[in-house]
């Protein structure tokens, strides 16, 4: 087929406005970025830049603040990942099954999504306050603390709780994409099962679960994508602490770049965050598939 | 057979229940917030938790706080002004993407889907620079560009999408006719495509609505908009800034939650539509 030189300088003219958009404040501040992470450009030094190769993405590599922060995000992300997940699946099941208030149940699920996460992470912050915290008195009345918890003053229940909070708004995202996934699935071929006398886990194991990869593996891809790029529910709630405890790879770009105002090192380390971001995206669709 | 249908009614009940148990938890901390948004200060830091509805002080406080209503008229003017740029340059581009053999569409989809996923922290500091150098930083133009430019790879994948949905037939016969494509656009496409712009524009809204990251880099004091101002109740300790950091997290969340609630339909379109946002 030969292109209609009339139909696509009029389709690029169409798109202009976002080309345009783009190019100045996505494509061009990008290639900055990478030149930027070559350079010692440190605001605090106030000397203009020096081109100093690839050692920012060296010196980060040997860095330990930084190993230890990938460290932190890869068990954040598996953590946040699967309590979603796992959550999400079970949700969405019971809401594709037949049961009461049906409609009104799958509506309202979208609200924990669409609520502003700076909001969502300050009332966990108060759930898990030391002194007053429900978390506590909950955990106590149960017989499982005998003491208050400061949940933000030590470093694993830190972690706990921007899990929990990050969790609590991506479970019903992951939840909806799955149910819109079951729902795909056609019935007759339950039905078909129910005949030859499959139980309900093998119909699970059988039907919906291979039928269910692709939308699994989305899932899971955005799942990723969403904790490796949390900033808000920590900067919300922990500012990286206490220590360091907190510091995912994200944050620690955001206090490299606004914080402690060394732009070159914090552009190379966002580079290092988009290849990790890109190359566990890829991973997990080519396992997917497989 | 009546034994039959009571054991079918337990499991739905029992599997309504299971539900129930677990969208309580997610809900929990916005009961939670907005309960103790209502309480005076001595029932809110009692070593018992108490549930009751006792007073508006907290919302009389906010609302006094001149800063915070600053952000409120930030927050209500900046999500707005977003909506309608996102909406208007997606539009066009959209259309374009839909309609035209433009070469080099696979590889431009490509990169759209791969914007969306970039991290924000890949770009923020070079676009800190440069609008520094423009004068944009703690302005409403600059916010409205960040915010735009945050919605517009999904908003663009979700036109896109719905358009390429319609029948080309009306297009055709009104080309055919010598109409331009702007004529096409406005008398034909956008009617049709109420449902897609308004999907489109609901993720819009609640995007520059409820973003942190931008909003704090890139505003000033006077530019400052609600998420950034409760998270600012939230770093200073003593027990004022609490009740005020629950009761302006209460209102942030408002207009999300009632969109959610009259729009459910039409966010649902959205998410399931392969183009997401966190």
């Known amino acids: ?290 | 057979m009546n034994q039959r249908k009571i054991l079918l009614k337990i499991k739905k009940i029992l599997i309504t229940f299971a539900a129930i148990l677990i969208l309580s938890f997610l809900f929990f901390p916005f009961f939670w917030a907005t309960v103790s948004s209502f309480m005076h200060e001595t029932e809110l830091f009692s070593r018992t938790p108490k549930i009751a509805f006792s007073t508006l002080d907290n919302y009389i406080t906010l609302f006094q706080d001149s800063f915070f209503i600053n952000a409120l008229k930030n927050s209500a003017i900046l999500a707005p002004l977003t909506t309608l740029l996102t909406l208007l340059i997606s539009t066009f581009s959209s259309y374009g993407l839909s309609r035209m053999r433009i070469p080099g569409r696979g590889a431009l989809l490509l990169l759209i889907v791969f914007f969306q996923m970039l991290p924000t922290l890949a770009y923020i500091v070079p676009l800190f620079v440069f609008f520094n150098a423009l004068k944009l930083l703690g302005t409403y133009y600059g916010l409205i560009i960040v915010f735009t430019l945050l919605n517009l790879p999904l908003s663009v994948y979700l036109l896109k999408t719905y358009f390429d949905s319609l029948p080309y037939g009306l297009e055709e016969a009104a080309l055919v006719d010598g109409a331009s494509y702007l004529t096409i656009i406005t008398r034909i496409i956008l009617p049709l495509s109420l449902p897609g712009l308004f999907t489109v524009g609901i993720f819009a809204f609640t995007g520059a609505w409820n973003e942190l990251l931008f909003a704090l880099v890139f505003s000033d004091s006077t530019t400052q908009t609600l998420p950034v101002k409760i998270v600012g109740y939230g770093q200073v300790s003593g027990h004022t800034r609490i009740a005020l950091m629950l009761t302006g997290s209460v209102i942030t969340s408002i207009p999300p939650v009632i969109i959610a609630l009259l729009f459910s339909k039409y966010l649902l379109k959205g998410l399931t539509s392969g183009a997401f946002k966190y």
């Not at chain 1, 389709?11 to 970025?33: D, E, K, M, R, W």
């Not at chain 1, 594709?96 to 912050?125: C, F, G």
């Not at chain 1, 909950?138 to 709780?161: D, E, R």
Request: hydrophobic fraction near 50%; aromatic fraction near 14%; include cysteine.
């Open chain 1, 1 to 290: 087929m030969k292109l209609s030189r009339r139909e696509s300088l009029n389709g690029l003219l169409l798109l202009s406005p976002a080309l345009l958009f783009f190019s100045i404040f996505l494509i061009y501040p990008v290639s900055l970025s990478l030149q930027f992470s070559f350079t010692d450009f440190d605001l605090t030094t106030g000397k203009p830049p020096d081109f100093i190769g690839l050692r920012n993405y060296i010196n980060a590599l040997k860095d330990p603040i930084v190993i230890d922060s990938i460290i932190r995000t890869f068990i954040f992300s598996a953590a946040t990942c699967s309590i979603s997940f796992l959550l999400g699946f079970v949700l969405a099941i019971l809401l594709n099954e037949d049961l009461y208030l049906k409609r009104i149940l799958r509506s309202i699920s979208i609200i924990p999504y669409i609520m502003p996460s700076a909001a969502n992470a300050l009332m966990w912050l108060w759930i898990f306050d030391g002194e007053y915290g429900i978390a506590n008195y909950i955990l106590k009345t149960l017989g499982l603390i005998s003491q208050n918890i400061v949940w933000f003053a030590y470093p694993p229940t830190a972690m706990m709780g921007i899990i929990i909070t990050t969790s609590s708004k991506m479970t019903p995202f992951m939840m909806l994409i799955l149910l819109a996934g079951l729902q795909q699935i056609p019935e007759i071929h339950y039905e078909s099962a129910k005949i030859d006398g499959a139980n309900s886990i093998q119909r699970f194991r059988f039907i919906t679960l291979p039928a269910m990869k692709g939308v699994i593996g989305v899932t899971v891809v955005q799942g990723i994508i969403w904790s490796f790029k949390t900033f808000d529910v920590i900067y919300a709630q922990t500012l990286g602490g206490p220590y360091y405890s907190t510091t995912t790879l994200s944050y620690l770009v955001y206090r490299y770049s606004f914080d402690y105002l060394r732009f070159g090192y914090a552009c190379a380390l966002s580079f290092i965050l988009t290849l990790l971001i890109l190359l566990l995206s890829v991973l997990t669709i080519k396992l997917v598939r497989e």
